[in-house]
C-alpha cells in the first residue's frame, strides 16, 4: 500500500466535519495543542524595540543585532520587500 500524507487543510475540514466544531474553535484548539501555534516547543521570547520609522515601541521574535533597522508591524508593510 502507497502512503500519502494529506494536505494539512483536508485534515483540518474533516477534523471539523466530524467534531461539528467551528473553524475558530477548531484553531484554538491547535494553538492550545501545540504550544502557542509553534511546532518544536514552547512560545517564543519576545524583545521590546522602537521601531526605526515611527519610534512606537513594539515586540519581536528575535534579538536585534542593531546593524539593520526594526520595524513595527505597520511600518514592516511599507518596507516589506515586494513578492512575485
Do not use: W
Not at 520609522?53 to 511600518?75: I, L, M, N, W
Amino acid at each position: 500500500m502507497n502512503y500519502e500524507p494529506r494536505p494539512v487543510q483536508s485534515i483540518i475540514l474533516y477534523s471539523r466535519c466530524i467534531y461539528k466544531l467551528k473553524q475558530k474553535e477548531m484553531y484554538n484548539m491547535y494553538r492550545e495543542s501545540s504550544g502557542g501555534g509553534r511546532f518544536d516547543g514552547p512560545p517564543r521570547e519576545m524583545h521590546k524595540v522602537t521601531c526605526a520609522e515611527c519610534g512606537k515601541e513594539t515586540e519581536v521574535p528575535f534579538k536585534p543585532d542593531g546593524s539593520r533597522p526594526v520595524y513595527c508591524k505597520d511600518c514592516y508593510q511599507k518596507h516589506r520587500p515586494k513578492r512575485f
